[in-house]
C-alpha cells in the first residue's frame, strides 16, 4: 500500500493535532464516529486510527471530505487559522438574525470554557480572554493579583463568549453584564477549585478567585 500523500496543511500541522481535532469537532456537532465516518465516506476504523495516531497524514481528498462531514474548514480542521481572527469569509446569501432567549443564553455559557472579559482600568477599557466555568448561576474564574482579569475586582464588568462557523458564515454570542467579586471564603475557593474543569492556560501562580453575579444577559445569533 502506497502512503497518502502528504499537503501542506499536514506538514505544517503538530503530530497529533488532526486526531484532537477531529474528535473535538464531533464532540461539538454531537456525532459518533460512525455518523461521522458514513458522512465523510470513510471506514469507522480509519477514523479511530486518523484520530488516536499522531503519526496519521491522510490525503488531501480525505480531508476534504471529513472537513465537510463536519461542517468546518480544512484550514480549522488542520490548525491552518490558529493565528488568524475568526470571520474572514463572505457574508451568508440569506442571513438570518435572531436574539436568544434567557434559556439559550444560560445553556451556552453552562458548557464552560473561554469568554472575554472587560474592565475598565486607568489606562482605559480592556478585554482579556480568561478561562471560566458556571457555577451557582454565576461567572467564576481564577486570575493573579495585580493581573488585568483582577482589576475588575469591586466594580461593573462584561463577559462575552461566542462561537463563529467560518464555513457557513454563522455563529452565536452571549453578553453578560455583572459585578465581579472576589472570593474571600477559604471554603469557597476550596470548592470552587475542585470544580473548576481545567487550569487557567497561562499558567503560573493564579489564586485568586473571582465571582461575577450578572445583572444582564443578553445573547445573539446568526443562522443562514
Not at 480544512?74 to 491552518?80: P, R, W
Not at 480568561?130 to 466594580?155: E, K, Q
Not at 470548592?191 to 450578572?214: C, F, I, K, N
Request: net charge positive.
Amino acid at each position: 500500500m502506497t502512503e497518502p500523500k502528504r499537503t501542506e496543511a499536514t506538514k505544517e500541522r503538530s503530530p497529533g493535532d488532526l486526531g484532537r481535532r477531529l474528535a473535538s469537532r464531533r464532540a461539538e456537532l454531537g456525532l459518533t464516529r460512525e455518523q461521522t465516518a458514513v458522512r465523510a465516506g470513510v471506514d469507522p476504523g480509519y477514523l479511530q486510527h486518523l484520530e488516536e495516531h499522531a503519526v496519521a497524514a491522510p490525503g488531501q481528498g480525505t480531508l476534504l471530505r471529513l472537513a465537510g462531514a463536519l461542517e468546518t474548514t480544512l484550514a480549522a480542521l488542520t490548525g491552518g487559522d490558529t493565528d488568524r481572527p475568526p470571520g474572514p469569509g463572505q457574508a451568508g446569501p440569506t442571513s438570518e438574525f435572531t436574539q436568544l432567549s434567557r434559556t439559550e443564553c444560560g445553556d451556552l455559557l453552562s458548557t464552560h470554557g473561554v469568554g472575554r472579559l472587560a474592565v475598565c482600568t486607568a489606562q482605559g477599557p480592556q478585554i482579556v480572554p480568561v478561562n471560566y466555568s458556571v457555577v451557582d448561576g454565576t461567572i467564576v474564574f481564577r486570575t493573579a493579583r495585580g493581573a488585568t482579569p483582577s482589576l475588575g475586582i469591586g466594580s461593573k464588568v462584561a463577559f462575552e463568549i461566542d462561537r463563529i462557523d467560518d464555513a457557513f458564515s454563522q455563529g452565536w454570542s452571549v453578553l453578560v453584564r455583572g459585578h465581579a467579586r472576589m472570593v474571600t471564603d477559604p471554603v469557597e475557593a476550596g470548592r470552587l477549585a475542585r470544580q473548576a474543569h481545567s487550569t487557567p492556560w497561562a499558567g503560573g501562580r493564579r489564586d485568586v478567585w473571582v465571582r461575577v453575579e450578572p445583572y444582564a444577559v443578553t445573547g445573539r445569533r446568526i443562522t443562514v
